[in-house]
């Protein structure tokens, strides 16, 4: 096993820093295809959930681009707007570039992302119970391996 650490570090006043783990097999795994990662954030409450599938989504109207890995399996048809389970979004254009166009391995992710969108919100949701523990707005994305 192997142990990627990430933080958000939010430029936008009432938005709190946050950081977790992300835990996979190995970090020579491309990241678009480690679907079974187990994702902790225990910067304040405890929240964690076993990942089973990571996506990529285009915002047309913004211009922006988020990764998000997901509890919830699919068969052929992801839904970008799920309705029970867990995940972890994060809006940046940079870090979908990297995993779902140059097809990075958790290794080569960038230390930094500093691209983190203004307008919507990076943040660890649970669908089950419509509530987002943690979130951010802007802001830095630090990954230490």
């Known amino acids: ?5 990430f933080s958000i570090s939010s430029v936008n006043p009432g938005y709190d820093n946050w950081e977790g783990t992300i835990e996979t097999s190995s970090l020579s795994n491309v990241v678009k ?3 079974s990662v187990i994702i902790t954030i225990s910067s304040g409450p405890l929240f964690t959930f076993n990942s089973v599938k990571v996506l990529g989504w285009i915002d047309n109207d913004l211009n922006h681009n988020y990764v ?6 699919y068969v052929s048809n992801p839904t970008q707007y799920p309705t029970a389970g867990e ?12 995993i779902f166009t140059l097809d ?9 992302y ?15 119970v419509i509530y987002a523990p943690y979130y951010s707005r802007g802001g830095t994305l630090s990954i230490i391996k």
Do not use: E
């Open 33 to 35: 295809n480690d679907d």
């Open 114 to 128: 500093d691209d983190l969108n203004t307008v919507k919100h990076t943040l660890a949701y649970d669908y089950d």
């Open 68 to 73: 998000t890995w997901r509890s919830q399996s």
């Open 87 to 98: 995940s972890l979004d994060i809006w940046s254009y940079n870090l979908h570039r990297d």
């Open 104 to 112: 990075y391995t958790w290794d080569q992710l960038t230390a930094s």
């Open 1 to 5: 096993m192997a142990i990627v650490t």
